[in-house]
C-alpha cells in the first residue's frame, strides 16, 4: 500500500468481479488426446500471463488496492481453462452452477444422441477445480427445469455480480468468434454497460498457438471502475480487517459528525435568542419613549428601531446559508458513514468466530453466505462496492471453518444481533424511541413557550391604544414588533421543522422495533434451517431498509 497524504486517497482493499463465458469446444477439428492436452496447457499459460497483466491495463484505471474476483458457472472447455488459470495467477473465484453440484455433473444433453456434458476424466478434473482452496463460493443460481433456461439465468447472474467480462474463444474461420453462447454473453455485458476483455486464440500452420487480447469498452463510456465510499477511515482497509474496522471506526466518526451538526443546530437557536433579546429590548426602548420624545427628535425612533431590523434580517439570512452550507458537507460524510457501518454490521452478524474466544481451535461459521438481502436494496453505487467487497471477504474467512449448527447460530444471532442491550438492535431501537419521544415533547413544550411569549409581547405593546400614539412612534412600534417578532419566528419554524422530523422518526422507529420484536418472535420457533435462514434474511432487510430510509432523508435534508 502507498503511504497517506492528503493528495492522494486511500487504497483500501476493493473486489473488483471479472464474470467469466468460455466456449465449450476450445480445438475443434483436433481429435488427438495429447495434441490437444498439449495447446490446453499453453493455453492455459498464456492466459494466466494476460490476467496477470489485467490489473495494470490503462484503460481500466484500477488502484493497487483492487483485486479480482472471478465469477463463472465453470464447465470443461474454456471455463476449465480460466479457472485453472484463475487458480496459477491467484484469483479467488466463485462458482455458480445451474443446478446441484451431483446433477450438474451428470447431466446430459437433451439432444440426440443425448452424450454426457462430462466425461469421466472431465468430470474428475472438474471436482478437483471445485475443490480447490481459491474456490470461495459455490452456489446454484437457478431454479429453472428447463436446460437452456438454467444456463441462461445463471449466466445473467455471473454478469450481475460482474464488474468486467472476460471472454475465451478460438478464432473462427471467418476472422471473428464463433458464434454461441459466449458471444451472446459478450453482447450481453456490452449492453448493460460493463467491458469485455475478449481472448480470442488460433494456431498456425506451424502449430504455434497465439492469443489476442482486446478491451472492448459500452458505446456511452460510462463505465467507471469500482469505488469504495470515500468516507472510510485511513489507513487503507485490508480484507483481513474490514468489517470489523468499518463497524467500529466509521460507527465513532459518524458519531461525531452527528454531534457537529447538533451543535450546529444549537448554535443556530443561541442566535436566534440573542435576536430575539435585541428586539425585546427594542421593543421596550419604543414602547417607553413613543410618546415622551416629540418633536424632530421623534424621528429618530424608527430609524434607530430599523437599525436593528434591518442587520437581524441579513444576520438571519446569512445565519441559515452559512449553516445550511457548512452542515451539508458534514451531513453528506454522516449519512455516508453510518450507511457503511451498518453494512458492516450486516456482515459482522455472519462471521465466523473461535471456540470460546481461543485462536488455538478452529473457528466456527454457518453457512457461508453471500448476502443476497444486501444486494437485493436499492444501495449507492460505492455502499454496493463496499457490500461486495465485503461479500468476498466474508466467503474468505468462511472457508475451512466448521459448520455451525444453525440452532447454535440462532442463539447467537439474537443474543449478539438483536439483544435487548444497548449494543443489540432492539435495545438500541427502544432507546433512540425514548430519545425521540423525549425530544418531541421538549419541541413541543419550546413551541408553545414560544407562542406566548409572542403573544405577550404583542399584548404588551398594545395596552396603550394606537389612536393614542403619535404617528413616528407607531412607524416605531411597528419595526420594533418585526425586529422581535421575526427572529420569534424563525426560531418557531425551526422547532417545527424538528416537531416534524421527530415524529417521523418517532413512527418509523415505533414500526420497526415491533416489526424486529415479532422476527425475534419468529427465529426462536423456527424449527429447521430454512425458517431460520428466512427469517434472519427479513430481520437484515428491515435493518438495512431503514438505514437507507434514514439515509435518504438525512442526506437530502435541507
Known amino acids: 500500500m502507498t503511504a497517506i497524504d492528503d493528495r492522494k486517497s486511500v487504497a483500501h482493499a476493493c473486489a473488483a468481479h471479472i464474470g467469466f ?4 469446444d476450445l480445438f475443434p477439428g483436433i481429435g488427438d488426446p495429447q495434441r490437444r492436452a498439449k495447446f490446453g496447457e499453453e493455453l492455459t499459460r498464456q492466459v494466466t500471463d494476460k490476467l496477470k497483466q489485467l490489473h495494470a491495463h490503462p484503460r481500466l484505471s484500477l488502484h493497487e488496492g483492487h483485486f479480482f474476483v472471478g465469477v463463472m458457472q465453470i464447465g470443461s472447455g474454456g471455463e476449465g481453462i480460466l479457472a485453472d488459470a484463475c487458480d496459477s495467477s491467484g484469483i479467488a473465484l466463485r462458482v455458480l452452477l445451474p443446478q446441484a453440484r451431483d446433477e450438474f455433473l451428470a447431466a446430459r444433453s437433451p439432444r440426440a444422441p443425448f452424450d454426457e456434458d ?67 454473453f459478450a453482447e450481453h455485458a456490452l449492453r448493460s454497460g460493463k467491458p469485455l476483455y475478449a481472448l480470442t486464440f488460433w494456431i498456425d500452420e506451424t502449430q504455434k498457438l497465439h ?22 477511515p485511513a489507513p487503507a482497509l485490508t480484507l483481513d480487517d474490514m468489517a470489523q474496522r468499518i463497524a467500529t471506526e466509521c460507527s465513532a466518526l459518524a458519531h461525531a ?59 438571519l439570512r446569512r445565519m441559515f446559508s452559512a449553516s445550511a452550507s457548512a452542515t451539508a458537507a458534514v451531513r453528506q460524510r454522516w449519512t455516508a458513514l453510518h450507511l457503511a457501518a451498518e453494512i458492516a454490521r450486516s456482515t459482522l452478524a455472519f462471521a465466523p468466530q473461535t471456540v470460546n474466544g481461543d485462536a488455538a481451535h478452529p473457528a466456527t461459521a ?15 453505487d460505492d455502499a454496493r462496492v463496499l457490500a461486495q467487497t465485503l461479500a468476498v471477504a466474508h466467503l474468505r474467512r468462511s472457508r475451512g471453518a466448521r459448520r455451525l449448527p444453525w440452532q447454535e447460530f440462532r442463539d447467537r444471532y439474537l443474543r449478539e444481533r438483536l439483544g435487548q442491550d444497548a449494543t443489540g438492535e432492539l435495545g438500541a431501537y427502544r432507546d433512540k424511541l425514548a430519545r425521540v419521544r423525549q425530544h418531541v415533547g ?60 421527530h415524529r417521523l422518526r418517532e413512527l418509523a422507529c415505533a414500526d420497526l422495533l415491533g416489526r424486529l420484536q415479532q422476527l425475534s418472535q419468529r427465529l426462536q420457533r423456527a424449527t429447521g434451517e430454512a425458517d431460520f435462514v428466512a427469517a434472519q434474511a427479513e430481520t437484515e432487510t428491515r435493518l438495512l431498509a431503514a438505514t437507507l430510509d434514514w439515509y435518504r432523508w438525512r442526506r437530502f435534508d435541507s
Open 21 to 24: 463465458a468460455g466456449a465449450r
Open 118 to 184: 462430462f466425461s469421466p476424466a472431465q468430470r474428475e478434473k472438474t471436482l478437483q477445480r471445485l475443490q480447490r482452496a481459491s474456490v470461495l463460493q459455490e452456489r446454484v443460481a437457478s431454479v429453472a427445469s428447463e436446460r437452456s433456461t438454467r444456463f441462461a439465468e445463471t449466466a445473467a447472474e455471473v454478469l450481475r455480480l460482474a464488474d468486467i467480462a472476460l471472454i475465451l474463444q478460438p478464432k473462427h474461420r471467418d476472422g471473428l468468434g464463433k458464434p454461441g453462447r459466449t458471444n451472446e
Open 211 to 232: 492469443v489476442y487480447d482486446e478491451l472492448r469498452y459500452p458505446r456511452d463510456l460510462t463505465w467507471q471502475p469500482p469505488r469504495l465510499p470515500a468516507v472510510l
Open 257 to 315: 459528525c452527528s454531534r457537529q451538526c447538533t451543535r450546529a443546530s444549537e448554535a443556530v437557536v443561541r442566535r436566534l435568542i440573542a435576536l430575539i433579546a435585541i428586539g425585546t429590548v427594542s421593543l421596550a426602548l419604543v414602547s417607553v419613549f413613543r410618546n415622551t420624545v416629540t418633536g424632530s427628535a421623534a424621528l429618530l425612533l424608527p430609524l434607530a428601531a430599523a437599525l436593528l431590523l434591518v442587520p437581524g434580517v441579513i444576520a
Open 366 to 380: 454457518p453457512q457461508p453466505h453471500d448476502f443476497g438481502f444486501l444486494f437485493a436494496a436499492p444501495l449507492p
Open 442 to 501: 421538549v419541541v413541543g413544550w419550546q413551541l408553545a413557550a414560544l407562542g406566548l411569549f409572542a403573544a405577550s409581547a404583542v399584548a404588551a405593546v398594545l395596552i396603550v391604544p394606537v389612536p393614542a400614539i403619535h404617528g413616528a412612534g407607531r412607524i416605531a412600534t411597528a419595526v420594533a414588533a418585526l425586529a422581535m417578532l421575526l427572529p420569534v419566528s424563525a426560531l418557531a419554524f425551526h422547532a417545527q421543522r424538528c416537531l416534524f422530523k
